[in-house]
């Protein structure tokens, strides 16, 4: 059955019955507030399990490293089975827009549920494998942590198919308005736990869980009802339709093999700052958390590119792709730009009030620096603008270009600047901006190129 989603005319430009006017807008400004909302409870925690001392803020942080590998798998599963049900959506295929929805609940269901087995299971090896050097205590919070939030994977994974059906069909209002709640349990959460309970760790880890358990039953709740113009269906669900898996997995294994190894990447490097103490493992858990704040615009245009540009290649209209693919550029560096010297003038008035010592509060206003130059201006050309490519189906070229330059630039230079210069959590910083550069560099002649045009998905 055949059905269109927009249908009002704007001759001002191509693609205009695949987006009325205003709808870009009102697509990135959700989501840009949802993302906000999740960076700010981020930093909440970071300030909060501060109070239970440098090993819990270590800890955590270091955790989280490891756990980012999977939640990363969890998202390029999602964005995966989104290019797929955009594409849908704007050949105007109902039918196949559903079947590739249930498809991919089903696809992350099973692989967060796996990957929550495997941690519980595995907890203490995994991070004896990559921590294994740090002190007795920061391994005990890593333990207490782990073993906590990996209960969260399979509501997460669920979570994540549910928002990229949202934001496929232009509903981020919806994960927006959950994301404002899920938010106030976890840091309602955290006060109770650290200042009420002083559960310490375990006082973060259990809000954590508690939200996003939240966010898979109220996402589900949308996504099965009536509001939602591509719903979840059981018959689709339990159902196996080889297509659709090959589909989705076309997308999302390239996605989810560059993202894990550049997260197995990020965890190795995080021994370099423990070889030089507890401080610049503490200022750079503290720098990463004001670092996802700073990095919020391309965070946010990165689906974006991914819901407009899978649309407008479904419907087989690359005159509307184009036009938008030079639109969502020009709105990502502008607001890249103007965002990052937002946070960087915020930092030292955040840094004030974190119960730390002044040799990491300066050590973290360096990494903000040095991070929020190369995010505001480089990051659109190698972190969000790819994401219009791989909605084309150029996901071979992406995670070619990606892996190589994790490896070739960010590991090596690491361990050149960060050991062999004994610069630290600096070097790994430098090499990781250069990253982007090199990324930035092919993935703009690419674009430019216009290969991508060519390619198929559906």
Request: glycine letters at 8%; hydrophobic letters at 50%; proline letters at 3%.
């Amino acid at each position: 059955m055949k059905f269109r989603v927009f249908t009002e005319k704007d001759a001002n430009h191509p693609g205009s019955s695949l987006f009325r006017e205003g709808e870009l807008k009102s697509l990135i400004l959700p989501f840009f507030g949802e993302q906000l909302l999740v960076s700010l409870v981020g930093l909440a925690d970071a300030f909060m399990v501060s109070y239970a001392g440098e090993d819990a803020v270590s800890g955590v942080t270091l955790t989280n490293m490891l756990v980012t590998f999977f939640l990363y798998v969890f998202t390029a599963l999602a964005s995966g089975g989104a290019v797929v049900v955009s594409q849908y959506i704007g050949s105007g295929n109902r039918e196949n827009s559903e079947r590739s929805a249930g498809q991919l609940f089903t696809v992350s269901a099973l692989v967060s549920g796996f990957c929550m087995i495997l941690v519980l299971i595995f907890n203490r090896p995994l991070l004896m494998l990559f921590f294994g050097r740090v002190e007795p205590g920061v391994m005990d919070a890593c333990v207490t942590y782990q073993r906590i939030v990996a209960l969260s994977f399979l509501p997460l994974g669920i979570y994540n198919a549910g928002a990229a059906v949202c934001r496929s069909v232009s509903k981020t209002s919806v994960t927006l308005k959950i994301s404002v709640i899920a938010n106030i349990i976890n840091v309602i959460g955290n006060a109770i736990g650290i200042f009420a309970l002083h559960a310490g760790v375990p006082g973060v880890a259990w809000p954590t869980f508690l939200s996003r358990l939240f966010s898979a039953v109220a996402v589900c709740m949308f996504c099965f009802g009536p509001d939602c113009s591509v719903r979840f269906r059981w018959r689709y669900i339990f159902m196996i339709s080889g297509k659709m898996i090959r589909q989705i997995l076309g997308i999302a294994v390239p996605n989810s093999a560059e993202s894990g190894i550049f997260q197995l990447v990020k965890i190795v490097l995080s021994i370099i700052p423990t070889m030089y103490g507890t401080a610049q493992v503490a200022a750079n858990g503290i720098a990463q958390t004001i670092w996802s704040l700073a990095a919020l615009m391309g965070v946010t245009l990165g689906p974006v590119y991914i819901t407009v540009i899978g649309r407008c290649m479904g419907a087989d209209d690359t005159e509307a792709a184009e036009y938008y693919f030079r639109k969502l550029n020009r709105i990502a560096l502008l607001s890249s730009a103007a965002w990052n010297a937002l946070i960087f003038v915020l930092t030292p008035i955040l840094m004030h009030y974190y119960p730390v010592s002044s040799e990491i509060k300066t050590l973290v206003i360096e990494l903000v620096i040095i991070h929020n130059i190369f995010n505001g201006t480089v990051y659109v050309f190698g972190g969000a603008l790819p994401n219009g490519l791989r909605a084309a189906g150029d996901v071979r070229y992406t995670m070619i270009v990606s892996i190589a330059s994790t490896l070739a630039v960010r590991f090596v230079l690491s361990f050149v600047f960060g050991v062999a210069m004994r610069m630290g959590v600096i070097g790994v910083a430098w090499a990781m901006v250069l990253d982007w550069c090199a990324r930035g560099v092919f993935f703009w002649h690419r674009y430019r190129e216009g290969r991508w045009k060519t390619m198929k998905v559906i």
